[in-house]
């Protein structure tokens, strides 16, 4: 099954023109960062007096999980919400694709190879989980709902297509008995798996998970870590994880960028991050040294 999965993202990659030829309204400023799959250079945004980002450089390597972590309100969604355009900058670029963008449109992400979940269940609940999982390759899908209906050879090719695909990612996190029931019956634990699925079912090599454990079960979490890891190891995904469960964090990240008050006050491996005098004082408090 792994075999069929990853051939078809490879050949889902390799079936999709380059990324400049993808997104002509993204102007060519200058190539930078050419080793991370994505990166932050002095991104700053305000909400009137109040400062989420201030001046926040970042680079996430392909392959790698890398944490974001700092107390409430300390800007990790505005980051996360600057990479997936939802929010704007008010100074700085995003490197992505080896391109340096000032702003990135959102409904650009998936074409760029960007993929994200949110805080908080983001399902259609009354579709099945094959339906919203296949929700995930709308931007892609060339035939339309009358093509659909209508029962056309193309549209019929495209639904298979968009069908064994789903299998595929629903077999890679062990959802397939789940896929014809209706998702809002599934326990939560589950539902977030969706999700998941729903995210890499467009084969993505940046991966923007906020807060995916939260609200779950010990038991449920753990499940979560080994499907984020999986998707690293086996997929070679690029993960952007926020969460607040540390033991989790410190667990499953090769690195971790430590915000407090929209300000990065410390990045590096879990060992380094757990033992910096700032991040104690800021958010892990002395015992967790
Ligand atoms: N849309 C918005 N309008 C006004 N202020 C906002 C908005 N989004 C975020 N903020 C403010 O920006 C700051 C950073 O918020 P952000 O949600 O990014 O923090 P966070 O680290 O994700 O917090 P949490 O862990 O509680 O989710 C906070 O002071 C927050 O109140």
């Known amino acids: 099954m792994l075999s069929v999965l990853t051939g078809g993202l490879e050949a889902a990659r390799l079936a999709q023109p380059p990324i400049a030829a993808r997104v002509p309204e993204l102007a060519p400023e200058s190539i930078h960062a050419p ?29 790698e999980i890398r944490a974001v972590i700092g107390p409430n309100g300390a800007g990790k969604s505005s980051l996360v919400n600057v990479i997936s355009g939802l929010y704007q900058a008010d100074a ?79 077999g890679f996190l062990g959802i397939t008995a789940h896929l014809h029931r209706l998702v809002s019956t599934l326990p939560y634990g589950l539902q977030k798996q969706v999700e998941l699925a729903r995210a890499l079912v467009a084969s993505p090599k940046v991966l923007l998970l906020d807060e995916p454990m939260a609200g779950m079960t010990a038991t449920e979490k753990a499940e979560m870590a080994a499907h984020v890891r999986s998707a690293r190891d086996r997929l ?12 989790v964090v410190m667990g499953l990240s090769d690195r971790i960028a430590v915000l407090d008050h929209g300000v990065k006050i410390a990045d590096g491996t879990p060992p380094e991050v757990r033992r910096d005098p700032d991040v104690i004082r800021a958010y892990l408090g002395a015992e967790a040294a």
């Open 236 to 247: 070679g995904l690029a993960t952007i994880l926020i969460e607040h469960d540390i033991g």
């Open 35 to 63: 080793h991370s799959a994505l990166a932050l250079e002095g991104v700053s945004l305000s909400f009137g007096g109040i400062h989420a980002l201030r001046d926040v450089s970042f680079d996430l390597r392909p392959g």
């Open 92 to 170: 700085g670029y995003i490197h992505l694709g080896g391109r340096r963008l000032r702003h990135l449109r959102p409904e650009a992400l998936p074409k760029l190879g960007v993929a994200r979940t949110f805080q908080n269940l983001a399902l259609f609940p009354g579709l099945t989980v094959e339906q919203n999982v296949a929700a995930g390759l709308v931007f892609r899908r060339r035939h339309g709902l009358l093509a659909q209906l209508a029962g056309l050879p193309g549209a019929r090719a495209e639904a298979a297509e968009v069908a064994d695909r789903v299998r595929d990612v629903a």
